[in-house]
């Protein structure tokens, strides 16, 4: 059984008085669910307030990649906000036999659905045997 190996970074902000890091935001690792069968390799990420737009997926060599943003929705302009939004970033190794080209992803209510076809040289196959 392949497994991916998760990398979690979680950061938080300094604050600073400078325009340009008014804007950081605290990152978390979303909570993930990850099912193996024969064929693929599914991952299940919870990212609330995501949009595909602020939605990020990227293979970089064997680490998958996600990053997501989430809107900003505020009723008017903020006089005093103790609570920030938060944004999302979470790292996998992948197991070896994904093929990587395949990859799809889906996000529907705040919920990604990531499949990770096994490639074929990996998948399991019957050997027919002949008698003779």
Do not use: C, W
Not at 60 to 83: C, W
Not at 93 to 119: H, Q, Y
């Amino acid at each position: 059984m392949s497994t991916l190996s998760t990398t979690t970074t979680e950061t938080s902000p300094t604050r600073a008085a400078t325009v340009e890091q008014l804007d950081q935001r605290p990152v978390v690792a979303p909570p993930v669910d990850i099912f193996e069968n024969a064929q693929e390799v599914l991952v299940v990420a919870d990212l609330p307030g995501v949009d595909a737009q602020g939605l990020a997926i990227r293979v970089d060599g064997e680490q998958l990649v996600l990053e997501g943003r989430r809107k900003s929705t505020s009723p008017g302009a903020p006089v005093a906000l103790e609570h920030r939004p938060a944004d999302y970033r979470r790292s996998f190794v992948m197991p070896r036999g994904i093929d990587s080209t395949k990859i799809a992803a889906e996000l529907k209510d705040g919920v990604l659905r990531l499949r990770l076809p096994k490639a074929e040289a990996v998948k399991p196959r019957r050997i027919p045997v002949t008698t003779g």
